[in-house]
């Protein structure tokens, strides 16, 4: 079994300042939006442990909460930023398992942007989206 450590303090402060500007609708209604903190430490796990998101543990939040964030913000290069700043401050992030299967498809596979947002009925109506230049 692969140990797995939470970010600690220092190593926090090093990415922080990367969620100060996080969306979040302001009439949004509902729970409180999880703190990133939580939701990178699982993220984390899940990359270094090479487990599926369904194996997240209970002490993380929930498993839809961190395959969204991570999507979010593996699109945005969030996620990217969040691994060379650790790398750069000597906590080496492994990828393995179908998480990092997924970072590293998209990594690969850089037109893979271009077809989000992509969608049809039928093949009569395929349409993408009007920015798509």
Not at 7 to 18: P, V, Y
């Amino acid at each position: 079994m692969i140990q797995f450590d939470d970010l600690r303090d220092s190593e926090w402060a090093l990415i922080e300042g990367l969620f100060c500007h996080e969306a979040v609708a302001p009439d949004r209604s509902g729970r409180r939006r999880v703190e990133p903190r939580a939701v990178v430490n699982a993220v984390l796990w899940a990359l270094q442990t090479g487990h599926s998101w369904s194996r997240v543990p209970g002490w993380y939040p929930s498993r839809p909460t961190c395959q969204r964030r991570f999507e979010e913000w593996q699109a945005d290069g969030t996620l990217a930023e969040i691994i060379r700043r650790l790398d750069a401050a000597g906590r080496k992030v492994s990828l393995r398992g179908p998480v990092a299967d997924a970072l590293n498809q998209r990594a690969a596979n850089p037109a893979h942007e271009r077809l989000k947002g992509l969608s049809w009925a039928s093949p009569q109506t395929w349409r993408a989206p009007l920015d798509m230049a």
